[in-house]
């Protein structure tokens, strides 16, 4: 099944709505538009539409400033992506494989990075993780998410092929399927498919805890605590082990920003998970590293469990980043208890 990270946009102008978010609706691929080999998933060429152009960029990485005019013949795959979704970072692997076997082949590889947060819109830190993940193709800086609403695009990743003449011919949303967009783009290429690389496996999302956001704009904190007046220091007891399932738990004090928390004195953060990798979206409130750490049901992380970002039980926040906690955890329920220090900022917790 795919994984992907949806969007929530604000739509103005719907008086019947009582909600002010909701999901930009894409109209969905022609019938013909699915299928697994030989070009099936393609969609029909008299239902492909004209691709939107690039808009509204604030510069790129990788490349001079391209257009979809200006890549007319080539076959073009445009990712939108962001640096801190862990479902975009397992595509990668599968994007530089297409480059490897196709980039000189006639296709185009463009790296959309249309941001989910603040932090994600400063150009060093997106160099940094195109750096970091091994990005060589060029990446589009669209931090105003105008591309992204060029495309009614609602999806981190989604993936949309372009043909030789400028016409959207597939479009993917999530992880996965790896070898039907092979297939696709070897179709249009007019060149036979090769097995797909191995990539990691797709986690199954039965069961698993979803992902979950810590600051008020689309978060819900455990045990019927509230948030308190953004950018206030609110203080929260320390009750134990949360009673829910799934839902943040902070103690100490901590600070509303919407998009994240931060906390303002020494505290906890607490989370009865069922997943078997951890991935946090955090960062230091200053320039200065803050070292945070983690246990599992009250002792310090397994050997095996450790995620390639811990170091021991512990990990050191040095920028606003995706960090990998836990791997290879049973997949059952465990509590995760972080002990954190003043200017520690919590955007996500994400799992696979």
């Given amino acids: 099944m795919s994984r992907y990270r949806w969007a929530l946009v604000t739509l103005a102008g719907f008086a019947a709505l009582t909600i002010g978010l909701t999901v930009v609706l894409r109209s969905t691929p022609p019938s013909g538009a699915t299928g697994t080999a030989n070009g099936a998933a393609l969609i029909p060429l008299e239902s492909r539409t004209p691709a939107a152009e690039f808009t509204g960029l604030d510069g790129w990485i990788n490349s001079r400033p391209l257009s979809l005019q200006g890549l007319r013949g080539k076959v073009v795959l445009i990712d939108f992506w962001t640096f801190s979704c ?18 000189g082949r006639g296709l185009e590889i463009v790296g959309m990075h249309s941001p989910e947060f603040d932090f994600e819109k400063v150009p060093a830190n997106v160099q940094s993780a195109v750096h970091r993940f091994g990005v060589t193709w060029p990446v589009a800086l669209d931090s105003r998410m105008s591309t992204w609403n060029a495309y009614n695009n609602q999806y ?23 070898d039907v967009t092979e297939s696709a783009i070897a179709a249009l290429l007019g060149v036979a498919a090769t097995s797909a690389a191995p990539a990691a496996p797709t986690a199954d999302p039965s069961g698993q805890t ?23 220091p609110t203080r929260y007891p320390d009750t134990g ?17 919407g ?3 931060v906390a303002t004195a020494p505290g906890h953060v ?22 945070i750490t983690v246990a599992v049901d009250g002792r310090p992380v397994p ?8 170091t021991g039980s512990g990990v ?7 960090y990998h906690l836990l791997s290879g955890v049973d997949g059952s329920r465990h509590l995760l208890d972080l002990s954190v220090p003043s200017g520690f900022r919590l955007y996500t917790f994400t799992f696979g």
Avoid: M
Wanted: charged share 20%; proline share 6%; with cysteine.
């Fill in 86 to 103: 862990v479902n975009c970072v397992r595509t990668i692997p599968h994007l530089q494989h297409l480059q490897q076997l196709y980039g």
């Fill in 156 to 178: 981190w990743p989604a993936e949309y092929l372009v043909d030789q003449q400028g016409r959207v011919a597939y479009i993917h949303d999530g992880e996965g399927e790896y």
């Fill in 210 to 232: 979803p992902e979950l956001y810590a600051g008020s704009e689309r978060g819900r904190l455990a045990d019927g605590e509230s948030y308190g007046a953004i950018g206030q």
């Fill in 241 to 257: 082990s949360p009673h829910d399932n799934n839902l943040v738990q902070v103690t100490g004090t901590w600070a509303d920003h």
């Fill in 259 to 261: 998009q994240y928390l």
């Fill in 270 to 291: 607490r989370l009865n998970f069922a997943a078997r990798d951890v991935f946090l979206v955090a960062g230091p409130e200053t320039s200065a590293p803050v070292h």
């Fill in 303 to 310: 050997g095996a469990q450790l995620g390639p970002d811990l």
């Fill in 316 to 322: 050191d926040i040095s920028r606003q980043q995706l």
